[in-house]
């Protein structure tokens, strides 16, 4: 299984940015999907996530209201649509995943197999 994330860039406070992390793998509907993000000098931590059939998100409180995650089964695609961006936002951005027979969304990163290599997110106030 191997990940591609995209998206990320040099943006202003209060501009929308779209992330979108690519999955190549075998019956991709049965991954649940996870954003974290890794800001300079801190611990990486979880951003959102999507069960493998995209009905149940779960987001860190930081980023409810301005952030959304959807997921396209036809595309091995996930989303990660940023809006309202904060600089406190600023970090490396990465898509993780994991075959599940459930419909749990995961919020600890021990929880996933797989990594993306991460996009970077700066934004300056």
């Known amino acids: 299984v191997q990940l591609q994330a995209s998206g990320g860039g040099l943006v202003q406070a209060g501009d929308s940015l779209r992330l979108s992390c690519t999955i190549s793998?075998?019956?991709?509907?049965?991954?649940?999907v996870g954003w974290f993000r890794q800001a300079p000098g801190k611990d990486r931590e979880f951003v959102a996530a999507?069960?493998?059939?995209?009905?149940?998100?779960l987001y860190t409180d930081s980023v409810k209201g301005r952030f959304t995650i959807s997921r396209d089964n036809a595309k091995n695609t996930v989303y990660l649509q940023m809006n309202s961006l904060k600089p406190e936002d600023t970090a490396v951005y990465y898509c993780a995943t994991r075959q599940t027979s459930t419909v749990t969304t995961y919020m600890r990163a021990d929880e996933y197999n797989y990594w993306g290599q991460g996009t970077l997110v700066t934004v300056s106030s």
């Open positions: 793998a075998r019956d991709f509907r049965t991954y649940a």
């Open positions: 999507t069960s493998r059939s995209g009905f149940s998100t």
